[in-house]
């Protein structure tokens, strides 16, 4: 079964740093994700992205934040200068459409900021 | 407010037996998706069912079924059959829409421990 696939798997970064998640979508997928989950927190929807623009962003997802498909197979999430506080699980996901279709999950990333 | 409530922040099962995570939920939409999400330790994402707010029969996956009470606003899951390997974070979520884009908003999670 297609996959969404994530690296790394784990990124240890010094704070005020910039960082980049990278992400694999299932080929056939036009809507992709970006959701961020704090240890011990729930899920949190960060970014959509659609026809090569954010779709939707929710407030977390501030300046520092940019995501980029700068290919036909890999969707990146960076952040500029990072912060403690971003510390937390990162989630990509894709889905066929955007309406309604459910969303496939990769197996995170996990962002630690010293 | 579009927020779902998981108000039970752990179970526990003994392997072979049934047990229901309950999920509530706000909408104002009269069609909509519901979703149960497993997270084991490894803390992937993985799609457990998934529910149409149109469809009047309960989802089912195997072991996994759904008891959707659309007017109350509930969606709770239940695995038969427990097994060590169900052991995880599961999160209920609905699926957001606004005009063509849709997000999903998750409830704060239960942790399920079964025991052998």
């Known amino acids: 079964e297609p996959e969404v696939t994530q690296t790394p798997s784990h990124q240890v970064t010094q704070m005020g740093q910039e960082v980049i998640l990278r992400c694999v979508p299932i080929?056939?997928?036009?809507?992709f994700y970006w959701y961020r989950q704090i240890l011990g927190q729930k899920v949190e929807f960060l970014v959509s992205?659609?026809?090569?623009?954010?779709?939707?962003k929710s407030e977390i997802f501030d300046d520092q934040f940019s995501v980029e498909r700068p290919d036909g197979s890999n969707f990146t999430l960076k952040i500029r200068s990072t912060k403690l506080e971003d510390s937390a699980m990162y989630f990509c996901?894709?889905?066929?459409?955007?309406?309604?279709?459910?969303?496939?999950f990769g197996d995170g990333t996990r962002l630690s900021i010293l | 407010a579009q927020t779902v409530t998981q108000s039970q922040p752990e179970m526990s099962v003994q392997e072979a037996e049934t047990v229901t995570l309950s999920c509530t939920y706000d909408t104002s939409e009269n069609n909509y998706y519901l979703f149960w999400y497993k997270q084991p330790p490894s803390r992937q994402m993985i799609l457990v069912i998934r529910?149409?707010?149109?469809?009047?029969q309960n989802a089912t996956e195997n072991r996994f079924s759904v008891n959707f009470q659309k007017a109350a606003k509930s969606f709770s899951l239940k695995i038969s059959d427990s097994q060590l390997g169900d052991t995880a974070m599961y999160f209920c979520?609905?699926?957001?829409?606004?005009?063509?884009?849709?997000?999903?908003?998750f409830g704060k999670g239960i942790t399920l421990s079964v025991r052998p």
């Open positions: 529910q149409e707010a149109y469809k009047q």
């Open positions: 992205f659609y026809n090569n623009e954010i779709s939707e």
């Open positions: 080929s056939n997928h036009l809507y």
């Open positions: 996901a894709s889905s066929v459409w955007g309406e309604n279709q459910p969303q496939h």
């Open positions: 979520a609905r699926l957001v829409r606004s005009g063509a884009n849709s997000k999903l908003t």
